[in-house]
């Protein structure tokens, strides 16, 4: 079976590609490398430099008749969305509706789509369910949602089926520091640097930290369960962003302190995701603790 990856060079979908291909399907990239890395692809792989916007997309799956799609290219900053909401919209709405229509048009059977927490908004409550309501405060939370609809829709009208999956936190080997950077990434290079952290707010503010390996299985899971659905990925367990700062000084040995900054606007105070319909409908489940993930992550450096 052949798989077309999206932003297959970046972050989480180098990791994606890297299990598909471990368990033997056949992996195509889709990358414009505005923030992915040829180091991070898979050898294995076939690779076209390509924006998903671009017209040349069908002559990619025109040629390559993908089974699936698994879609992670994307505008994923927070930031970069409210100084530049029109480039945040034409990458992450326009560049998916590109690549739904050119999944009509060449039959393929699946898309798996890379959703976001930010979908949600100010929790009315915690954990967030995949039945919260739907209040992004954040332009990328609305770009990230509005493909969610243009999915749903492309799949009730045409045979093409689909899994949503909406990200915690993930973290990981090959997450940039700079840029859109999680903020692991950023804590591991400026404490490996004997540079001081910086938090911004108080540093009580709760996330949901999820390991990328995770996130890749359940990409894996949803490309033969969970038809036509949305799931949290997460560990439904929250972190603040203080107890993320300490763990890591543990383990890297960090001896300095860390400097507070003013809330980003934008930003979300408390994040913790509801991971039981993933558990039950996609027989997936997060084997990573924050202390694991993060011990296997800073391996080289500890």
Known sequence: MKVLVTGGAGFIGSHVSDLLISEGFEVIIIDNLSTGKLENMNKSARFYHMDIRSDSLGEVFEKEKPDFVVHHAAQIDVQTSIKTPVLDGDINILGTINILENCVKYGVKKIIYASS????????YLPVDEKHSIEPMSYYGISKFAPEQYIRVYSSLYDLKHTILRYANVYGPR????????VVAIFQHLMSTGQAPRIFGDGEQTRDYVYVRDVAQANLQALTQGDNETFNISTNEKTTVNQLFDAMRQLLGFQGEVQYGPVRPGDIPHSTLDNGKAMVQLNWKPQYSLKAGLTEMLQPEI
Not at 175 to 182: F, K, L, V
């Open 117 to 124: 927490a930010a979908v949600y908004g100010e929790p009315a």
């Open 175 to 182: 997450q940039a520091y700079e840029g859109e950077g999680g």
